[in-house]
């Protein structure tokens, strides 16, 4: 994926998260083992003023039925739409729509796992993915039902969790957005050509603080 590189003010290294891998460790599949990190070390109010992206006109992209868009409104608020035929997963599961600060991310999203079929895996491990995919730190169905001992953190979590990968896509913009988030079975593929589509027309964006 294309990413945008930004210059940071010298930190310590006491303050820096380094990866010495493709990806950041997958843990219980969703954010919440990092967001308890974070909580514990605490955070610091900065004197500046935090910059936003804000949206000033649409931007859309699409592949096949799938789309991702970006739309004028006052605060960051997200509409997502999964689309699986599956028995364990009801129409009125696969719809998430909320604005979204901090503390409706803490609480409704932070804790959605990522999502697998169980058949799946072999292919995935075939081709050398998800080699420490599992119950542990991942949603699995099968055919009919979801296998997790467990069972599902939220009834929609799966749908949750597509929307946890997109405030994380759009974060590679560097800047929290001001505006709506709409989509419809988009994914990291999607989420980041929206961002590339939305750094190619700045008439469509601007800087806020």
């Known amino acids: 994926l294309h990413t945008v ?9 006491s303050d820096l998260v380094e990866l010495d891998n493709l990806e950041v460790p997958i843990m219980d599949g969703s954010s919440a083992p990092f967001v308890f990190l974070i909580e514990q070390a605490g955070v610091v109010a900065q004197e500046a003023p ?49 604005k979204l600060d901090d503390d409706d991310f803490l609480t409704h999203i932070s804790r959605a796992r990522t999502f697998g079929f169980a058949y799946e895996v072999e292919t995935l491990r075939s081709m050398g993915l998800a080699q420490g995919g599992s119950m542990e730190n991942a ?7 979801v296998l997790n001992r467990e069972g599902l953190r939220f009834t929609d979590e799966l749908a949750r969790h597509k929307v946890l990968d997109a405030v994380g896509d759009l974060f590679l913009l560097g800047h929290r957005v001001r505006g709506k988030y709409h989509a419809f079975k988009s994914g990291h593929e999607l989420n ?15 800087y806020v603080t």
């Open 50 to 98: 935090r910059r936003y992206i804000e949206i000033l006109s649409p931007v859309r992209v699409e592949i096949g039925d799938k789309f991702a868009e970006l739309l004028p409104h006052p605060h960051f608020e997200v509409d997502f739409t999964i689309d699986f035929s599956h028995p364990a997963i009801a129409d009125d599961q696969c719809h998430v729509r909320m």
């Open 5 to 13: 590189r930004h210059s940071f003010p010298t930190r310590r290294s």
């Open 139 to 145: 949603v699995v169905l099968d055919e009919y039902k």
């Open 192 to 206: 980041n050509k929206l961002c590339l589509a939305l750094q190619a027309n700045p008439a469509a964006w601007r």
